[in-house]
């Protein structure tokens, strides 16, 4: 009888433990909070029980109850009536009140004809996960010959075997018996012959122990966790004793001169005395449970010291900062590491995210939790302040950090790049200083650098200065060159269809060779040979050397190259839009319109240069487009003079 032992002291460190007062495990500080363990109490106590089948409903009936009378000389059976209601009646209710010895009460199913007519099932729900320490049943009838425990861990949906109990295991569960002392596995189910005795004839019990230290020892054993998890217990009677064979065993026991069973006054209606070998009278197979007892902790995984009824629903009454029912989760904004049961060893509470105040959400990163060597693991969400990062420690773009610590509100400052003498918005994130286009100084962009002037264009807002130096000699001097235009063009600002059309070509290019002045001299002093590749075509005239990523040599008159703007830079993009030269081209022949040799184009005197930006693209191809259904039509004619 170790099994109904170990149920009794169980039994008694529960009335110790429910008296006392909850220990209070969150601590102040996070070295302060040590494991929360909730006492074991009597969860069968008050929870509504669901039968099969209940004596006396929908209509009474007569049975016959054994019962030991040593004045008749042995047991008899008495014959009593199960009514619906009242004194006679045996609901299901009875199974989970008060126990009074000195009035007893119990639930009762219906009369059988045979041993195994049917099976009768009692089902528990206990409203949340609890973690099963014991499980203890007292008859009030005979003890079932083969009985088996079920739980459920989602409320009823699914059912696994807990426990089995039968006088012949291999017979009815096809599994050899086993005690729990011999448990090798935390999830075997096993099959016990203990409680299976037709003795005594009433109020033998049936204890079981999920494990064999009544749950205690569970931290860092997921797999016992599991097993002592339930949320539903169902008890299925599958077979009766027979209470002939009891009768004999008592004739036949050593003890046959005691009372079994027979503490208490049992309330019954008047019952009549029938003698033994009476075949009329009422079937006594059936099954009746006075008591049914299961100790539970709520499960808390170690993070509550005691459950609470909130809105009819029991919950957890979490510490550590998780959340959750059974404390299962971080509570919001505590995700820094992992969500892990507490041991006695380490409460492991949820730490708050770092967001250097400037967020208030948060969620847990196992892959940043690694890359930092498994001490933090948060990743912030919308990081106010102009902030950015895991943490909200970074500036972002337009932003850099001032001399104010990362947690001050106003840690990040703009960098206010000037939108004309800038690259972008952004800046340097320490220095603050911008990214400014060429000939443009200061650190927000504002001013043209030594020997750029200040031109009126927004893609070249700092263009060279142009002075030239002149030597004081004897010799007369050349007349000097006509004046270049005070300011580049800004064509696509102001672009028609019209003037598309009044172009030659239109490319995109991307400069692979600028010559030197030296060079150019040497060559031809009229022209400058530019050399590059075309990116796109958007209008070539009738020229067919211009090819699409093929090299070109674009050649530009000296006067058209001093005053060009922008000036021209090695590897970068521009649109080049002209007209093909009509003239000499000095010892080469004169060339009509649209005429190129290897791959050469010369510009004439309706030509514009600009440096290529992403929105020219669908504007060009709008135009293009025009252009050519215009021509199919006879229009699109013009020509520059």
Known sequence: MWLLHSCVVVMAILVSTTSAIVSNCGGSSLADMTKCKPPVENVAFGKPVRSSETCGVPEDEEYARWTDDESQGGPIREVETCRSSGRNSHPVTYLTDVDDQNNRTYWQSKTMMRLDEREVTLTMSFGKEYEISYVYVNFNSIRPRAMAIYKSQ??????????????????????????????????????????????????????????????????????????????DLKFKLISLNNPVMAEQQMHLSTTSGTKHGRGGNWRRSTPRKVPRNNVSVPSAFYYAVNDIEIGARCKCNGHASRCVKKNDQIKCECQHNTAGDNCEKCRSYYHDRPWQRATAENANPCIICNCNGHSNRCRYSPETFLKNGRNTGSVCHKCRHHTTGNNCQYCKDGFFRSNRNITHPRACRPCKCHRVGSVGTTCNPTTGECLCKTGVTGRRCTR??????????????CGPSGSQPTSVTSTPTAPPPPPCRNSCKREMLKMTSSKFCSYHFVIKIEVQKRPTPAANQARDNRWVKVVGKVEHIFKRGKSRSVKRSAPIQLMMRRQQWNCICPKIRHNRHYLVMGSYYHGSLGSTPSAAAGQISKQQVYAGSNFVVMTWQDAFKRKLRKFASKAKKAKKMGGCSKKSK
């Open 154 to 231: 989602d409320n009823g949906r699914s059912w696994i075997p807990y426990q089995y109990f039968s006088a012949d295991c291999l017979h009815h569960f096809n599994i050899p018996p086993k005690e729990a002392e011999l448990r090798v596995l935390d999830n075997e189910v096993l099959c016990s012959e203990q409680y299976s005795s037709p003795l005594p004839l009433t109020g033998g019990s049936v204890a079981f122990n999920p494990t064999t230290n009544g749950g205690d020892e569970l931290d860092n054993k997921f797999v016992r966790q599991e097993w002592v998890t339930a949320t």
């Open 448 to 461: 043209c650098a030594k020997g750029f002037r200040q031109t009126r264009s927004s893609v070249e807002p």
